[in-house]
């Protein structure tokens, strides 16, 4: 209840014109719901270039017909009905298909990764550390007898495994170490 106060006092009011301040809600929300430039535009009515050019340029006006529209879009009048059309009936959140343990971790690495968003060096070192500690813990499993791993693993995934790390080992002994991190794209 709380919150809907809050929310009440501080609602934009747009009046058709894409100031810098309006495109920067405009790109924050879009952002915060996950939707990419077509999936909002979609919603709003309008062909995802529109949208785009409403969020960075340069379109410097609105027809009137979307300005009520855009101003709910901002104030999160429609968060909710755009959460449930666009990702809880289709796909399940990346951290439920986690187990709790590692869904924390994960958290953790990219709250500590968003922190040092100015110092890239901090960034590199951060994943090349992630990296190396999850190379190292899949070279122990491989390393582990079968029985060991008993019911742990498929087979087919210890095969994926061992491959990836043999892959690894083959690049390293000829000094064409890869420049990417081993799970790219998990933390970026």
Not at 12 to 36: A, C, H, M, N, Y
Not at 42 to 55: A, H, Y
Not at 129 to 148: G, W
Not at 182 to 188: D, E, I, K, P, T
Request: proline share 4%.
């Amino acid at each position: 209840m709380e919150r809907q106060d809050k929310a009440l006092k501080h609602r934009i009011s747009f009046d058709g014109r894409f100031t810098d301040q309006v495109r920067r809600l405009l790109r924050r929300k879009r952002v915060e719901l996950g939707l990419p430039y077509h999936r909002a535009a979609r919603f709003l009515g309008v062909n995802w270039s529109t949208f785009r050019k409403w969020e960075l340029g340069p379109t410097e006006n609105c027809e009137l017909y979307y300005r009520a529209k855009l101003e709910s879009f901002i104030n999160g009048d429609y968060d909710n009905q755009l959460l449930e059309l666009y990702h809880r009936r289709h796909t399940r959140s990346y951290s439920e298909l986690l187990p709790n343990p590692i869904s924390e971790c994960m958290e953790r690495v990219t709250n500590a990764y968003r922190l040092c968003r100015q110092r890239p060096e901090l960034r590199e070192g951060l994943l090349e550390k992630v990296d190396c500690a999850a190379l190292a813990a899949l070279q122990k499993l491989i390393s582990m007898a079968p029985d060991e791993l008993a019911g742990q693993f498929l087979a087919d995934e210890l095969e994926d495994v061992a491959a990836t790390s043999k892959q690894e080992q083959v690049a390293k002994t000829r000094g064409k170490e890869r420049k990417t991190p081993l799970f790219a794209g998990q933390f970026r």
